[in-house]
Nanobody, 130 residues
Framework: QVQLVESGGGSVQAGGSLTLSCVAA????????LAWFRQVPGKEREGVAG???????MYADSVKGRFTISMDNANNTLSLQMNSLKPEDTAMYYC????????????????????????WGQGTQVTVSS
């Protein structure tokens, strides 16, 4: 049984930093894509950053230069280092897992298609105050 468990959310002031973690267990994909999404009430879940098992990394334009996604394969842990946080980064953050989309698929933004993800964590709240 696949399990994704997020942690690391919290409340910070604008300009601060947080690191989110997602421990993934039980998945059998030979090749995969893991990603961070976020959602605020009344809006759709949006892709923030994605990484595949070949190390291809993609970011949403809104977080480029501020957020860094990484994968610790030894510990099956996906991380999201978030710096220079803004109030508009306030959201529930989720990690998601799906099958591999290929390098071209990553570049075309398939990593950010929430409807194609097979598994989700329970989410961790990030609140940024001005």
């Amino acid at each position: 049984q696949v399990q994704l468990v997020e942690s690391g959310g919290g409340s910070v002031q604008a300009g601060g930093s947080l690191t989110l973690s997602c421990v993934a267990a039980g998945y059998m994909y030979k090749s995969y894509c893991l990603a961070w999404f976020r959602q605020v009430p009344g809006k759709e879940r949006e892709g923030v950053a994605g990484i595949d098992n070949y190390g291809i990394i993609m970011y949403a334009d809104s977080v480029k230069g501020r957020f860094t996604i990484s994968m610790d394969n030894a510990n099956n842990t996906l991380s999201l280092q978030m710096n220079s946080l803004k109030p508009e980064d306030t959201a529930m953050y989720y990690c998601g897992l799906r099958g591999w989309v290929g390098q071209r698929g990553m570049e075309l933004g398939l990593w950010a298609r929430r409807e194609d993800y097979d598994y989700w964590g329970q989410g961790t709240q990030v609140t940024v105050s001005s």
